[in-house]
């Protein structure tokens, strides 16, 4: 089963090729602050993403800097949508067990 921090992730590089920050940056900002990855996750969940074959890099020069750029595989992306799924699944099925009607 794939993780949250895992799915977030995969769901960013869905939008975009992104680097490590990049990636903390916009689930930060796509979120309203209400999700958050710390960079002691971010990279290890890209590692592990990696070896599963969901995502890989390219290493690119940004402002002097080598920067890993991480996309995400044609793997990656049926991976994604079927956690989205089941994501939106367990939403649905979440909302009607504690949304309490009203009087």
């Keep these: ?4 921090a895992k799915l977030i992730i995969l ?3 869905a939008r975009q090729p992104l680097h490590g920050y990049g990636i903390l940056k916009e689930i930060r ?7 958050s990855i710390t960079v002691g ?3 290890p969940g890209l ?3 990696e070896l599963e074959g969901l995502v890989r890099y390219k290493k690119k020069r940004i ?3 080598e920067r890993m750029i991480y996309e995400i595989t044609a793997k990656g ?3 994604y949508a079927e956690g989205l ?4 699944e367990f939403t649905e099925g979440a909302k009607k067990l504690l949304m309490v009607d009203p009087p």
């Design 63 to 65: 402002k002097n800097r």
């Design 47 to 49: 590692k592990e993403l």
């Design 77 to 79: 992306s049926k991976v």
């Design 41 to 43: 996750t971010i990279y």
């Design 1 to 4: 089963m794939l993780g949250q």
């Design 11 to 13: 769901a960013i590089l």
């Design 29 to 35: 900002e796509k979120s309203n602050g209400c999700c």
């Design 85 to 88: 799924k089941r994501w939106v």
